[in-house]
C-alpha cells in the first residue's frame, strides 16, 4: 500500500514562496499510470485543486493559481514538490499530496500538512 | 463559488438512507467520471466512488453512486453514527483542463 507525507514549513512569510515535497513510500513514483497531485483545503472551506504531474514531467495547474504554481517531481527520491509564490493569508490551508488514477480519483491521500501565511 | 454544486447539509435518522447530489455541466460531470470522497473531522478525505459508481476495495456496499447527465448522486443506506462527516464530488473539467470539486456537504446522522 503506498503512503505519502508531506512536509515542508509551518509557516511562510508574505510574498515569500510556499515550498512543500511529498515523500512516497511503499510503491515507485515511477511505477503505473498514476499521477501525483497537490490539493489544499482552508480551515472550515472545500477541497481546492491545485495542480498535478505526470513522472513524464508534464502538468496541469488550477486556471486561478497557473501563474504562481510550479510542481515537479523527483523519481530519484520518489518524492513530487510544490513551489507556490508570492503567497498572501489566501493562501492559508491545510496542504495535502494525493496519488491519483488516470481516470481522475483520488484514492492515496497524505495526512496533510498545515501551512499559515503571516508575517 | 464551486465548479460542482452540492447541498451545503443533510441529515437523516440511523438506519435510514441519504442521498447527495451534485450537479455541474457537459464541461465537467457529463463527460467525465465522478468520484466521491468522505472526510471525517481533522482526516483527509477517503475515497468512496471512483468511475461514478465503482467501490473501493474495502468500501461497504451501503454507499453507492450513480450518473445521470450532468449530474451525479451519492447514496448511503443503513446510516451509522460514524457516517457523520463532509461529502465531496470530483472531477475533470474539460473546459478548464482542471480537477473540481463541489463546495462539500455535511451529513448529519441524527
Known amino acids: 500500500q503506498v503512503q505519502l507525507q508531506e512536509s515542508g514549513p509551518g509557516l511562510v512569510k508574505p510574498s515569500q514562496t510556499l515550498s512543500l515535497t511529498c515523500t512516497v513510500s511503499g510503491g515507485s513514483i515511477s511505477s503505473g499510470s498514476y499521477y501525483w497531485s497537490w490539493i489544499r483545503q482552508p480551515a472550515g472551506k472545500g477541497l481546492e485543486w491545485i495542480g498535478r504531474?505526470?513522472?513524464?514531467?508534464?502538468?496541469n495547474y488550477n486556471p486561478s493559481l497557473k501563474s504562481r504554481v510550479t510542481i515537479s517531481v523527483d523519481t530519484s527520491k520518489n518524492q513530487f514538490s510544490l513551489k507556490l509564490s508570492s503567497v498572501t493569508a489566501a493562501d492559508t490551508a491545510v496542504y495535502y499530496c494525493?496519488?491519483?488514477?488516470?481516470?481522475?480519483?483520488?484514492?492515496?491521500w497524505g495526512q496533510g500538512t498545515l501551512v499559515t501565511v503571516s508575517s | 463559488q464551486s465548479v460542482l454544486t452540492q447541498p451545503p447539509s443533510v441529515s437523516a435518522a440511523p438506519g435510514q438512507k441519504v442521498t447527495i447530489s451534485c450537479s455541474g455541466s457537459?464541461?465537467?460531470?457529463?463527460?467525465?467520471?465522478v468520484s466521491w470522497y468522505q472526510q471525517l473531522p481533522g482526516t483527509a478525505p477517503k475515497l468512496l466512488i471512483y468511475d461514478n459508481n465503482k467501490r473501493p476495495s474495502g468500501i461497504p456496499d451501503r454507499f453507492s453512486g450513480s450518473k445521470s447527465g450532468t449530474s451525479a448522486t451519492l447514496g448511503i443506506t443503513g446510516l451509522q453514527t460514524g457516517d457523520e462527516a463532509d461529502y465531496y464530488c470530483g472531477t475533470w473539467d474539460s473546459s478548464l483542463s482542471a480537477r473540481v470539486f463541489g463546495g462539500g456537504t455535511k451529513l448529519t446522522v441524527l
Open positions: 494525493a496519488r491519483g488514477i488516470r481516470s481522475g480519483s483520488y484514492g492515496d
Open positions: 504531474i505526470y513522472t513524464s514531467g508534464s502538468t
Open positions: 457537459s464541461s465537467n460531470i457529463g463527460n467525465n467520471y
